[in-house]
């Protein structure tokens, strides 16, 4: 018997919460994740659904247009495919579905924590990065114990600011709406990052969503933004002043016993190059590594797109889809 394969859209909130029930799953997987990314993208977006006899593999998509022509993508988070199981006939599936939508290629993520990389092709995965992940349920003397000397001194500072620090969420969105772009631009961070106040505004007022703030001498001197699901907890944003810069730790620290609390088992911290990674790594995370897929559907069709926009369809390893390069 052939698998049943169909799309949630953004319209249907609780069928897209009942296909993920009985999955581990991360927030980027969540329909309230998507819904406030589509609040800046608007584009259209759905939860894609494989079923099988009692196996469900899901997979948050979205279309973008491009020349009449549709490609997809994962919308923003750590999301990618993930099941119940496994299935062998799945990629074969899958390859299925999207040529029988017409898309011309795709990248729809993998995720780094629930991983089925080996579900597909290895020429269509690849490597870009690592992310960095606290295990939440090691005992706290050893997660203490595997961070650098410096870290741990600076989570130890969480025990002399546990009076100043800040829950009100209306309080600590003015905060992060106030000084999150310019954070970014002084850090030149990617563009994929400049959301709107609207995606803010709903992500904070999400019951799984749980920002900690440190109030100084005037106000608010740092933020840092946690999102979770029963499976996985993330430290997904973080703003901070000057002087509440050396306080971040201690805030991220604060997260990880809050969501331990909960009985999550792990908190992503995200990747990043070399100096953030360092930051993160000193943690006494563990590295996983951060792949991703790049898939063409329609290859005569997308060979023509590379070379009216002067990319190299053969390309593989750089930006993709190489005709979206630069836009």
């Given at each position: ?213 440190l109030q100084g001498s005037g106000g608010v001197i740092a933020v840092v933004v ?102």
């Open positions: 018997m052939a698998g049943k394969q169909y799309g949630i859209p953004l319209e249907a909130a609780q069928k897209w919460r009942e296909a993920l029930h009985g999955i581990a799953h991360t927030f980027g997987h969540t329909w309230e994740n998507c819904y406030a990314m589509n609040l800046t993208t608007g584009l259209k977006t759905y939860l894609y659904c494989f079923e099988k006899e009692n196996i469900r593999m899901v997979c948050p998509i979205s279309e973008r247009e491009f020349n009449g022509y549709v490609d997809i993508v994962k919308p923003f988070g750590f999301s990618g495919f993930v099941g119940n199981g496994e299935c062998a006939e799945f990629s074969e599936s899958w390859n299925g579905f999207v040529r029988d939508r017409g898309y011309i290629c795709g990248y729809p993520g993998l995720n780094p924590i629930f991983d089925y990389s080996e579900t597909f092709e290895p020429k269509e995965v690849c490597l870009y990065g690592n992310i960095f992940v606290l295990d939440l349920t090691t005992n706290i003397d050893d997660l203490l114990a595997k961070m650098s000397l410096g870290r741990r001194k600076q989570v130890k500072k969480l025990a002399g600011i546990q009076s100043k620090l800040v829950f009100d969420k209306s309080v600590l969105k003015d905060f992060f709406l106030k000084y999150y772009f310019n954070f970014l631009r002084e850090k030149n961070a990617s563009a994929a990052y400049f959301f709107s106040e609207d995606t803010f505004s709903f992500l904070f007022n999400l019951d799984n969503v749980i920002p900690v703030g946690f999102a979770y699901t029963g499976d996985v907890g993330e430290a997904s944003f973080q703003v901070s002043l000057p002087e509440g810069r050396s306080y971040v730790p201690a805030l991220i620290w604060y997260g990880a016993k809050y969501l331990k609390e909960l009985r999550i088992s792990s908190l992503n911290l995200g990747g990043g190059g070399p100096g953030i990674g360092e930051f993160k790594r000193r943690f006494g995370s563990k590295e996983l590594p951060l792949r991703c897929l790049k898939q063409i559907y329609r290859p005569e069709i997308y060979k023509e797109l590379c070379q009216k926009a002067g990319s190299n369809p053969e390309d593989m390893t750089g930006y993709f889809p190489a005709y979206r390069k630069g836009i």
